[in-house]
């Protein structure tokens, strides 16, 4: 039942995760570097 | 829950080859994501003041002050819970924490948002508070000792990454809360209710996506061409049981450095806001001070990560000798700044503060595995916590007190925080002494073969 070739991670498996947890953390960071440029008016 | 869902199980976990280990960060930021949601709870306290009255409030509603508990109760249970479940997550694995943190977590939200629907504070306080707690504290703690295994040629910046996610969290959750209120708002309806139920569904499906993702590495796995570190006294490659480490001067020694490295963080961090306006009136503004908040809660994630990773090449022990000296030097700063209206030489000392409050917990559990080696390295870390738990109370508590007793004692507001940041100063001179006499673990507390904790034990998790 096991197949090796079937755990291989891929390229699109890492792209995948990393756009999973980064976009939404990416949008974050941008909302908050926005409101903090209050700072500098 | 072994026998009801085994594919929870710490063997069904293991890595086949060919499994990349860079999967594993976004599956521990995948929790920690949306556990540091609880950074941002303070979104919902002002709509949950309006439930009744709408559009202000009305009696009946709700309090500030009580609404206040919910977080306080949460982090609390984050502390006791991350000490109570830590070798339970060490011995089930990451997958089946994950699974029970993020189960918490969404049933959390989702029996306060019943308790918003029925107003009742108290099952907000049970949902949010104990249950939410529950899943603060084993959500946390969940993959650090995994990531170690993973990266044992970096493990501070495997570490860093994850409680960067804690973090950065609250950056997420804060506008997306926002957001989500005002769709659900109504003349009638403030959108609490809604917003509960479909944050806490999303948090289920993201952190579920982390459980599934997230694997152990096989027992002999070892990262291509990595070669051991050379002998260091300060690197054990020997393992401490968990309940023998907290018996061992270097446990109470870090729990003293994080517990003032924090103290003296969280203070600046929760009274940013009006340190700023106060000391430099007419120059920051409320709306300016928001934006400083903001550029904090930036440096405070970044810093988790950067300074995780700095300890890498510099070693855990010297990482925290900076944060005391380099922290010395810009408390001190601060009433200079202050005295010479220096905006930024103020907002530079400020942001440097909170890097390296944010580094101090992330760079802590790679000091603990370099202590106590990495087989029970998350529970270590779960009983460590709770000094994260008692600064919460005595940094809020130092500043707003002495900054309260100065006022009333005829001190100008711009000067009443001066005295605060020379005390700050000083509780880092006794962090670095602390640091100081950090020393290698005597080799009694090491485990042994015929250690009770081996008896039965599954040899899972590589390179140690």
Same mark, same amino acid.
């Given at each position: 039942m096991q197949n090796v070739d079937q755990s291989k991670t891929t390229t699109l498996h890492l792209v995948l995760a990393w756009c999973f947890v980064g976009i939404p953390l990416l949008a974050g960071v941008t909302q908050t570097l926005i409101n903090a440029m209050k700072l500098f008016q | 829950m072994s026998s009801l869902l085994p594919f929870l199980d710490r063997s069904r976990t293991i890595a086949k080859p060919g499994f990349n280990r860079w999967l594993v960060p976004p599956a521990a930021l995948c929790v920690h994501l949306c556990i540091g949601q609880a950074y941002a709870f303070s979104v919902f306290n002002l709509p949950m003041t309006r439930l009744i009255g709408v559009s202000q409030s009305a009696p009946g509603d709700w309090k500030l002050t009580d609404l206040g508990w919910i977080f306080s109760i949460a982090m609390a249970v984050l502390g006791i819970s991350a000490a109570v479940f830590g070798r339970w997550v060490e011995e089930g694995g990451p997958r089946k924490a994950m699974f029970t943190a993020g189960t918490c977590w969404a049933g959390g939200f989702l029996i306060s948002a019943l308790g918003v629907y029925l107003h009742s504070l108290w099952i907000i306080y049970l949902g949010y508070g104990v249950i939410g707690g529950c899943a603060l504290g084993i959500g946390y703690i969940s993959p650090v000792s995994t990531l170690i295994k993973w990266f044992p040629d970096r493990p501070g910046m495997a570490t860093g990454m994850a409680i960067m996610g804690f973090g950065g969290g609250a950056l997420v959750a804060s506008p997306l809360s926002v957001w989500l209120m005002s769709k659900f708002a109504s003349p009638t309806h403030v959108g609490v209710f809604e917003t509960f139920i479909v944050m806490g569904c999303a948090y289920f499906v993201f952190m579920m996506v982390g459980a599934a993702i997230v694997r152990v590495p096989a027992p002999d796995w070892k990262p291509e061409g990595f070669v051991a570190p050379k002998?260091? +006294?300060?690197?054990? +490659?020997k393992d401490v049981y968990v309940y023998d480490a907290v018996k061992t001067p270097q446990f109470w020694l870090i729990w003293t450095v994080l517990f003032l490295n924090t103290t003296a963080g969280i203070g600046v961090l929760g009274q940013a806001s009006a340190m700023s306006q106060e000391m430099f009136p007419g120059h920051i503004t409320a709306i300016a001070a928001a934006g400083l908040v903001g550029l904090m809660s930036l440096f405070n994630m970044g810093g988790r990560f950067s300074w995780a990773s700095v300890s890498d090449f510099i070693g855990r022990r010297n990482t925290y000798f900076v944060f005391m000296v380099l922290g010395f030097v810009l408390y001190v700063t601060v009433p200079f700044a202050g005295a010479t209206g220096n905006v930024y030489l103020f907002v530079f000392c400020f942001l440097i503060i909170v890097s390296m409050y944010g580094g101090g917990f992330s760079t802590v559990p790679a000091y603990l595995k370099d202590m106590f080696g990495v087989r029970y390295v998350a529970a270590i870390h779960g009983i460590l916590l709770t000094a994260w738990s008692a600064a919460g109370i005595v940094g809020p508590v130092l500043i707003n007190y002495i900054r309260e007793y100065n006022v009333t004692h005829g001190v100008p507001k711009a000067q009443a925080y001066n005295t605060t940041m020379y005390i700050m100063a000083g509780l880092l001179v006794i962090g670095f002494i602390a640091n100081f006499f950090v020393r290698a673990v005597n080799s009694r507390y090491h485990m042994q073969a015929d250690h009770p904790a081996n008896a039965g034990a599954v040899p899972v998790g590589g390179a140690h």
């Open positions: - | 002998q260091n +006294r300060l690197i054990s +490659r």
